[in-house]
């Protein structure tokens, strides 16, 4: 395996340069070709720029002649309009056929216009005021009192565009000189790039908008199909035809781009053919390699075989098996070690099947006591349950005989006597509470606890809160708080139990903080958990009591005051009825500034609709309670 292993490694290296070396030839050679394109396109389109502004000069230059601002002004003479064609005319030549000259008035109408005929001879026409200005004229952009150039657009099979001067008399534009100009030379300019760019590479002239594009010898051509942009550099697709590399310039007084395209493909032949020769060099050494590393593995796979074969024999029980230690100095040194390791492990094995003997014996006395332990834990939960169970029926038959003294069904009651059956009533209470907490401890214990889970909008949830822990706080003068949340936060969980550990944490707060304080319920989103805190500014909680107050019977004395009412039982429920549905709930305190309970459970959204709606049933359910 070895020879293959190395040959696999040489032949990744080689395959990943390879790789690396054609990505970077690829990079290079599209930018190179692409700053080609883009130098040829600016520099095309400097020469067209210098061409379009000669023509600008000339037809300014023409538009100063005075015989066409007399043509222009009202009702010229027939001797003045053939002066103006006759000048007109002068900006022709004898390839200029199929375009025309025209003068237009300040509203947009032709004057006078000349053109020649397909021999090449003078056509004059006499057409003035009757010709309104085409769709092409009219889209010619630009300020009417500067020397403007349109548009290209496609007439008779040729693209065309128009030169147009303003005329002024006297300093004032009375009207237009308008020369067009078409497109065509019979391919001759297609050939100079070639010869200049290279082979395949075309040059197209674009109206701006790609609106009209054609060749730069005057042939239509429709715009290409799809533009992507790879590396900084500019793709396109025609019809018929693979990517090709572009870029345009514009030309200077025109609306006008020079585009140049040259064909990915012969841009990419180079660094292709350079790969492949690589590659065919690549093999080679690989092959070569591949035959190096058979030969220099054998010397040293042989022996490590047979150590290979050794320790398959101590792997199947054999630690008697040993290694001759012949070889090289470091194969030597390594049979050397993996006999005294076969010694070592024969050693330890004896050893270890001694121990394994006596752990065997532990084991059964740690299930024995492990059984013994659970058999007592249930015994305890079913012990209190029962009890607690038993003791439920006389202190509720204490509160209905108690009930029957104060209604004076056994005859008169004293004032002495009616303060007596308040004591009972309010020490019957309290036992009948702690029995329940007992009970619910022993139930969430045995596990015989069920949730409702179901979404809470807790903004109407703690608003209706105060209703039944108002009238504690209100006993010890403290300013019961409840700082408004999002109307659409809400959590997943059971909306008894919840209630349950809140009246529980509220209790605590208002229990542990002197007259004058304040106790604060507000809740917060915490990613897809929600956090419900209550904070008061009690006394707080020293930190050596912080790791207990969660264990069941524990109380908390913050030397707030000398009665102590439970049994400590309500946060160790309120904590396992929290976990119970996938929640926490944490405490974090400072003596003497106070306590933050919070209780962390799964977040859901609600509706404003399912809002309003849970505030109605709040309401309702407190006032059934305080009734």
């Known amino acids: 395996m070895l020879p ?26 599209r930018q190179g070709a692409a700053d080609r394109v883009r130098h040829s396109a600016e ?20 538009a100063r002649d005075s015989d066409l601002v007399r043509a222009i002004r009202p009702a010229p003479s027939p001797r003045e309009l053939a002066a103006a064609r006759e000048s007109m005319e002068s900006l022709l030549t004898a390839a200029d056929t199929g375009v025309a000259v025209e003068l237009w008035d300040s509203t947009g109408r032709v004057v006078a216009r000349a053109a020649h005929d397909l021999a090449g001879a003078p056509l004059l026409t006499d057409d003035r005021g009757t010709i309104l200005l085409d769709a092409e004229r009219r889209s010619i952009s630009g300020s009417p009192d500067s020397t403007r150039t349109s548009a290209l657009y496609i007439e008779h099979g040729h693209p065309h565009f128009w030169l147009v001067a303003p005329v002024r008399d006297g300093g004032r534009r009375v009207g237009a000189l308008a020369r067009e100009f078409r497109i065509a030379d019979g391919g001759r300019a297609d050939r100079a790039l070639r010869e200049l760019i290279g082979v395949g590479v075309g040059a197209y002239y674009q109206s701006r908008g790609d609106t009209v594009w054609s ?38 007084g025109a609306p006008i781009d020079i585009v140049i395209e040259m064909p990915e493909e012969a841009v990419l ?15 080679l050494l690989a092959i070569v390699g591949a035959f190096g590393a058979w030969a220099i593995s054998r010397r040293i796979t042989y022996p490590l075989a047979r150590l290979t ?35 070592e492990i024969s050693a330890s094995r ?3 099947e001694l121990r394994a003997s006596e752990a065997h014996a532990n084991a059964v006395d740690l299930d024995r006591a492990r059984a ?45 006597q009616r303060r007596d059956l308040e004591r009972i009533r309010a020490s019957q209470q309290h036992l009948l509470g702690l029995i329940s907490a007992v009970l619910d401890l022993s139930r969430i214990e045995a596990g015989r606890v069920t949730y409702d889970i179901t979404p809470i909008a807790l903004e109407p949830f703690l608003a209706g809160l105060d209703g039944l822990i108002a009238p504690q706080a209100a006993a010890k003068s403290l300013a019961l708080e409840h700082r408004p949340i999002d109307a659409t936060l809400g959590a997943l969980a059971d909306r008894e139990k919840l209630r349950q550990i809140m009246l529980n944490l509220l209790s605590n707060a208002i229990r542990y903080t002197p007259a004058g304080g304040r106790v604060i319920v507000s809740a917060e989103p915490r990613g897809d958990r929600v956090a419900i805190m209550t904070r008061d500014t009690g006394v707080g909680i020293s930190p050596s009591q912080l790791d207990t107050i969660f264990e069941p019977f524990v109380q908390l004395d913050r030397s707030l005051t000398q009665v102590r009412e439970g049994i400590g039982l309500g946060l160790a429920i309120s904590r396992d009825l929290a976990r119970g549905m996938k929640g926490e709930l944490s405490v974090e305190s400072v003596v003497g500034k106070g306590s933050v309970f919070t209780v962390t459970l799964p977040r ?24």
């Open 309 to 343: 074969r050794a320790a398959e024999k101590i792997a199947r029980g054999n630690y008697e098996t040993r290694v001759p230690p012949t070889g090289d100095e470091e194969l030597v040194r390594l049979a050397t070690s993996f006999n005294r390791m076969a010694e």
């Open 372 to 416: 013994e332990a659970e058999a007592a834990s249930r015994a305890k939960s079913d012990f209190l349950a029962v009890m607690s169970h038993e003791l439920r029926t006389p202190l509720n038959a204490i509160a209905g005989y108690t009930e029957l003294l104060e209604l004076g069904l056994r005859g008169p009651v004293t004032d002495a």
């Open 215 to 252: 060749t730069v010898g005057g042939e239509p051509l429709s715009p290409p199909e799809r533009r992507d942009s790879a590396q900084g550099v500019l793709i396109v697709r025609r019809q018929g035809t693979g990517p090709l590399l572009s870029a345009s310039a514009p030309i200077g």
């Open 43 to 62: 520099q095309l389109a400097g020469l067209a720029t210098t061409s379009i502004t000669r023509l600008r000069e000339n037809l300014a230059a023409a």
């Open 4 to 29: 293959l292993l190395i040959s696999a490694l040489l032949a990744a290296v080689l395959g990943g340069a390879l790789l690396l070396t054609h990505a970077t030839l690829t990079r290079a050679a």
């Open 350 to 352: 004896a050893e270890l």
């Open 269 to 283: 032949a180079g660094p292709r053919a350079t790969v492949t020769r690589l590659a065919i060099i690549s093999l």
């Open 604 to 627: 859901c959204e609600v509706r404003p609709d399912s809002v309003r709606e849970a505030f109605t049933g709040e309401v309702a359910t407190i006032r059934g309670e305080q009734h």
